[in-house]
């Protein structure tokens, strides 16, 4: 679907390995010198740092890929010391590099320790055990102005990172992530990647924090004691719920925007919105759960993402059976959810009757039988920038087939044009229990997510769901 994370930007998502990708066998002689280190320290490097988020990562593998990522934001001054652990086996051609992308204005050095434990298994000999270590150093440039900037380095070293300090000359550093990528030159077995993160309360603004790669992001957290809110005023209370009364009441408006794409304002009931959270949040926090979803060259989506039927995997811009981060398969499309998209194109096959002279009303929006449904979640700092969703197959992509999008919480503004063109989009609010339908005509429009709009969410949706501050969204694809 190519959806790209800065909100105008064009950045594609194809597949693919990059360069510094490439199976390799050329790394052997990195290993040659065993250090005595003790590498399984997770110690901080020194008390400048102690304030500052710690991260411990372990990578077990052997003949395989592994990805270890971790993010730091607003930490300002950026001293980040992160700490990860490989331990692998047949160590030749175990190559690793690391990618280190800071968003932020100014100068940012960076030096790597690498310290990686192997065993080497000799045929019918004894196995050799060596700790090998190496240390690399880098000076990003974001920018000499005090705009956000975007910057990558990558080394190559002999395995996965261990140790990461990065200082920077500019106080303003609001993100920084690190990915490291063990390679080797088999690829027969496969990488198990441990990860915890010790102190996400170190984060300013919790919008990524609490789903990392092996965390579970629960979009119905549990009400604590400790959490103070304050009520609004009963008469406030009233008037907010009657207006929810009465929408839940009126007849479901249907508005067709243009050709092939119909907006049905408050299709979903209360009972139906808060199900469906239900639903997400259960299977969100299982092993295909909500996760922190990144592009290939690093940028994270502004958004938490799962999937029903398939994985849809934003470093590739494809589906697959299952998320090629963790091999976690995607839970199936729910029967209700499936019931309620049916129920919505019913209602708009009828709708673009009343108002067209067509003789088959799917000449203009064409059936769709849904097999994949991608669910985000927006904190009130979500978006997503303008895209085309074509990452279905060619005949979906042919005949118009429809994207069927739910919306549930807070609302938000939704950008929709023939170009991308930020600017010039026209753009509708969709609101809790809204649907919108884009299919035949407008299957191909640019779409996405300027702005979520804080505190819009129905009260009572909130109170029977605790329903995180935020937004969820479901879009209903035919992939095959
Ligand atoms: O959140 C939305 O309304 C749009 C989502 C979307 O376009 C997508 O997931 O591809
Ligand atoms: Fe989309």
């Known amino acids: ?103 932020s204005a100014g100068r940012h050095s960076q030096q790597h320790e690498h310290f990686v434990r192997g065993e080497n298994n000799f045929r019918g000999g004894k196995a050799k055990k060596w700790i090998a270590s190496s240390k690399t150093s880098s000076t990003i440039d974001s920018g000499d102005d005090k ?6 380095v990558e080394a190559k070293v002999p395995i996965n990172l261990d140790r990461c300090v990065v200082e920077s ?4 550093v609001s993100r920084l992530s690190l990915e490291s990528k063990v390679e080797t030159s ?40 400790s959490v103070i809110t304050l009520k609004p005023s009963l008469l406030a209370t009233n008037r907010e719920k009657r207006n929810e009364l009465k929408k839940s009441i009126d007849e479901p408006k249907g508005i067709i925007l243009r050709p092939g794409m119909v907006l049905l304002k408050s299709y979903l009931s209360s009972s139906e919105q808060a199900n469906i959270l239900r639903i997400c949040r259960t299977q969100g926090l299982g092993s295909a759960g909500f996760y922190q979803p990144a592009y290939r060259e690093g940028g994270e989506l502004h958004l938490k993402m799962m999937c029903f039927g398939e994985f849809w995997d934003p ?8 998320r090629p981060l963790d091999q976690a398969k995607p839970p199936s499309i729910p029967s209700e959810f499936l019931l309620l998209v049916d129920r919505a194109m019913k209602f708009s096959h009828s709708l673009i009757g009343e108002h067209s002279k067509v003789k088959n009303v799917e000449d203009i929006l064409p059936p769709v039988y849904p097999d994949i ?3 985000n979640y927006y904190a009130k700092t979500g978006r997503l920038g303008l895209h085309q969703d074509k990452d279905e197959s060619r005949e979906s992509l042919s005949k118009g087939t429809p994207i069927v999008s739910f919306s549930i919480g807070d609302s938000a503004k939704f950008l929709y044009s023939d170009q ?34 804080p505190d819009t969410a129905p009260k009572s949706l ?10 969820l969204n479901l879009t209903f694809r035919q992939h095959l």
């Not at 919008?207 to 579970?216: I, L, P, Y």
């Open 1 to 103: 679907m190519n959806r790209c994370g800065g909100y105008s930007s064009s950045r594609s998502r194809g597949r693919g390995r990059q360069s510094w990708q490439r199976k390799t066998n050329d790394s052997s002689s990195d290993f040659q010198s065993p250090v005595q280190t003790d590498t399984t320290s997770t110690g901080r490097m020194s008390d400048s740092l102690d304030r500052k988020p710690l991260r411990t990562w372990q990578v077990k593998g052997h003949n395989s890929d592994g990805v270890v990522s971790q993010e730091y934001q607003n930490v300002a001054p950026v001293n980040c010391h992160s700490s990860s652990n490989v331990i692998g086996h047949k160590s030749d051609g175990i190559v690793s590099r690391n990618k280190v992308n800071v968003t």
């Open 147 to 152: 705009q956000p900037g975007f910057s990558s």
């Open 169 to 172: 000359e500019e106080p303003d």
């Open 186 to 225: 088999h690829s027969d077995n496969r990488v198990v990647v441990l990860g915890s993160n010790e102190d996400e309360h170190d984060y300013k603004d919790n919008e990524h924090s609490g789903c990392s790669k092996s965390q579970a992001f629960d979009i119905c957290p549990p009400k604590t004691d």
């Open 315 to 322: 470093e590739t811009s494809k589906y697959w059976k299952v």
């Open 373 to 375: 449904c991608l669910v």
């Open 420 to 453: 991308r063109d930020a600017e010039n989009a026209d753009n509708v609010i969709l609101e809790s229990g809204d649907v919108l339908i884009f299919g035949g005509k407008s299957r191909h429009i640019f779409h996405g997510v300027s702005t979520i709009l």
């Open 462 to 471: 909130l109170e029977s769901t605790n329903f995180r501050p935020g937004r």
